[in-house]
């Protein structure tokens, strides 16, 4: 039997129209976990106020287990009367702990505070998992990085060849901007630890409750300072959608280069066949379809952080029925990365990278000017002047339709006189990284300790 929370001052119940719409226990039953566990410091609360003796304490804490165990088991469901989480949590406990001890759990706390501090409660543990998730993808990458070696690789800018770099260097590039996603959880979860419990449904509570030992009990650094803000506010849930979409950009960065990578013309790579799909018509293909998603979803991960931000936009203080739409969007990307993560890092890890095709390209595509130009400022050339004596030569190559180096010492001197034969020394790929040594460059021993570095952190986040 459905109960309400409101029977006094109204004669009827609502209208099929009004519960069709206004039900949420399709998506936030996931929240029963952790209504339990505050419903238990609620009742600890109540106690320590004087509200609950001693017996019923006990009563109240076991009715609460034998309702979470029926709710982990799946015995005891919200039932189609049942307008949330709470409403049908609340029957549950009637049922258990009878309608005279069951009735005595909401003094002093309305679904507004609850509300607002199981969100925080569930995105914080949620928060973690996914972490761990964007620590497993940065990981494949740095394994995939050492397993790279000193090999080189056409870098680019604007997709065109740009200057060589090492192998590792680029993959290492995709791990830092992961690894500032999870730093961000990290730093997000220090705002995230504050529990609205005790707010009320917004001025705050009479029945001199402490809302500190509840948070406490909860997890939480402290209890809110301003019971208003508390219900009324979600920029900590906006906070947490951000990081999630954010995440999804740069896993799709990511797998865009992979997309491109798998190309027959490119050749850079071969996914394992776990992690690769056929045609159902053509025999051939050999799709990746991992990396494609990872592509599409960073699209919805935007798209809930952008319904959850309109959402917002126009709400007046304190609590309004349009803070219950907060819970889809961030459900939503909770459950995309938790599926597009493990399948991403599964990919990464197991991907083959043809080096000897990678280096081949680097040096092409006239990716060794720059080096060019440097060795003439080295010897003293103004750099302006020695950028127009590199192009000379890339224009004396490209007239010719060959490399660089293939320029012989007639062509390098009509370019400039200054253009001794010595200049060859850094037309390799392997000399231009070399060359690269400052901090963060892509010189082999600044790569390798920026591996160290880069694992070092995920180990410490
Ligand atoms: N289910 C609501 C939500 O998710 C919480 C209930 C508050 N409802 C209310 N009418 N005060 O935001």
């Not at 039900?23 to 509200?51: C, E, K, M, P, Y």
């Not at 969100?119 to 993808?137: C, F, K, Q, S, V």
């Not at 889809?328 to 990919?347: K, Y």
């Not at 060794?368 to 950028?387: K, M, N, Y």
Request: include cysteine.
């Amino acid at each position: 039997t459905p109960i309400s929370l409101w029977g006094g001052r109204f004669t009827g119940g609502p209208s099929r129209a009004l519960a069709a719409l206004s039900v949420s226990t399709q998506f936030d039953w996931r929240l029963a976990h952790v209504d339990i566990r505050g419903s238990h410091a609620h009742a600890n609360a109540l106690h320590a106020a004087g509200l609950l003796t001693d017996e019923e304490l006990a009563a109240m804490h076991a009715a609460l287990d034998r309702l979470d165990a029926d709710v982990a088991s799946g015995a005891f469901l919200p039932g189609p009367g049942d307008e949330d989480v709470h409403t049908a949590l609340e029957r549950g406990l009637l049922e258990r702990a009878g309608e005279h001890l069951g009735g005595k759990l909401r003094a002093g706390r309305s679904r507004n505070d609850q509300i607002a501090t199981l969100i925080r409660m569930y995105l914080r543990e949620e928060a973690r998992h996914l972490a761990g998730l964007t620590l497993d993808t940065a990981d494949a990458l740095l394994a995939q990085a050492r397993g790279a070696g000193e090999s080189v690789m056409a870098g680019r800018t604007h997709m065109q060849h740009a200057q060589p770099v090492l192998v590792a260097h680029h993959l290492a590039a995709h791990v830092w901007p992961l690894l500032r996603d999870v730093d961000r959880l990290r730093d997000w979860d220090r705002r995230a630890a504050i529990s609205p419990y005790g707010s009320g449904a917004l001025a705050g509570n009479t029945l001199g409750m402490d809302p500190r030992s509840v948070a406490r009990e909860l997890g939480f650094r402290d209890s809110a300072a301003n019971s208003i803000d508390a219900t009324a506010s979600r920029d900590v849930v906006a906070e947490f959608s951000f990081v999630m979409a954010m995440t999804g950009v740069d896993v799709s960065r990511l797998c865009e280069e992979i997309v491109i990578w798998n190309t027959k013309e490119f050749g850079y790579v071969t996914l394992d066949d776990a992690f690769s799909t056929g045609s159902s018509i053509m025999p051939q293909k050999k799709n990746p379809d991992v990396a494609e998603l990872g592509r599409g979803k960073a699209g919805r991960l935007i798209g809930d952080l952008t319904a959850l931000l309109t959402v917002l936009k126009g709400i007046p203080l304190a609590y309004d029925r349009d803070l219950q739409e907060d819970k889809e969007p961030v459900f939503d990307q909770v459950d995309t990365l938790g599926v597009l993560l493990p399948a991403v890092a599964g990919m990464v890890a197991t991907m083959s990278l043809h080096l000897d095709r990678m280096a081949e390209w680097a040096p092409q595509g006239f990716s060794l000017a720059t080096d060019i130009a440097e060795w003439l400022v080295r010897r003293g050339v103004p750099f302006r002047q020695a950028h127009e004596i590199s192009g000379a030569c890339v224009r004396a190559a490209e007239e010719r339709g060959v490399e660089l180096w293939d320029l012989d010492d007639e062509e390098l001197v009509a370019a400039s006189p200054l253009l001794t034969p010595e200049v060859r020394e850094v037309l390799s790929a392997q000399g231009s990284v070399g060359a690269r040594r400052g901090r963060g460059g892509t010189a082999p021993e600044r790569v390798a300790e920026q591996l160290d570095e880069a694992g070092a952190l995920a180990a410490d986040l």
